[in-house]
């Protein structure tokens, strides 16, 4: 079975482009998240998704924004990009949407996201 | 606001020695887990502790989960290079909270 793929790998934008992610997510898992990784730190929350519908949103400007499809799917959204938004963004799928007890998280490879 | 701190930030060692990672917080969570990262790949998950005071043991790894659920550890016994990683706890409430992580380098 195919784990959790993102695309594309690697992109390199210039400050005040807009920038799209993609996330599949392990087939049967309903819901998506998405973190943010900057260099030397842990991943920081940002949405969840389960069966199209946000669950969750980290503390992130609206510039973020997030959706996911019917086939679970799901796309990540920066406008106005800034140098700081330079990071490795993670995909993560499970089952169901976390209710604080242990869910499994499948994060896929990431994206890393040079803003020049 | 929930804050992980792991501890140290940063360990090298020799191959065959034990370590301990920590993983502290002033918030209770409901669970706690236990990744591993390597450069360019996501985390992948080791453990997750639930009860307050369960130890888990994987292997040479050894989890141990706070009476009051508020901090936790990792030990290894007997390291070996390909324990090398980043190792990042994350508590659980109605998302996940990561620590900054621990960067171990076991050196042969």
């Known amino acids: 079975d195919a784990g959790v793929t993102q695309s594309p790998t690697h992109l390199i934008k210039t400050r005040g482009q807009q920038v799209t992610l993609r996330c599949s997510p392990i087939?049967?898992?309903?819901?998506v998240s998405w973190y943010q990784q900057v260099l030397g730190q842990g991943p920081q929350f940002i949405f969840q998704?389960?069966?199209?519908?946000?669950?969750g949103r980290g503390n992130f400007p609206d510039r973020f924004s997030a959706r996911q499809f019917p086939n679970y799917s799901s796309e990540l959204n920066v406008n106005a990009l800034l140098l700081g938004d330079s990071a490795l963004y993670l995909c993560?799928?499970?089952?169901?949407?976390?209710?604080?007890?242990?869910?499994?998280?499948?994060f896929g490879s990431g994206t890393q996201l040079s803003v020049l | 606001t929930q804050l992980l701190e792991q501890s140290p930030q940063f360990l090298s060692i020799q191959e065959g020695e034990n370590l301990t990672v920590y993983c502290n917080s002033s918030?209770?969570?409901?669970?706690l887990q236990w990744y591993r990262q390597e450069p360019g790949e996501g985390p992948v998950l080791l453990v997750t502790?639930?009860?307050?005071?369960e130890v888990k043991k994987l292997k040479r790894l050894t989890f141990q989960f706070g009476d009051a659920r508020k901090d936790s550890s990792l030990h290894i016994t007997a390291a070996q290079p390909g324990d090398t990683g980043l190792y990042l706890c994350?508590?659980?409430?109605?998302?996940?909270?990561f620590g900054a992580g621990t960067i171990l380098r076991v050196k042969s």
């Open positions: 918030s209770v969570f409901s669970s």
């Open positions: 087939s049967g898992h309903k819901s």
């Open positions: 993560a799928s499970q089952s169901q949407p976390t209710s604080g007890f242990g869910e499994k998280l499948f």
């Open positions: 502790v639930v009860t307050g005071g």
């Open positions: 998704y389960y069966e199209k519908e946000e669950r």
């Open positions: 994350a508590g659980a409430w109605n998302k996940l909270v």
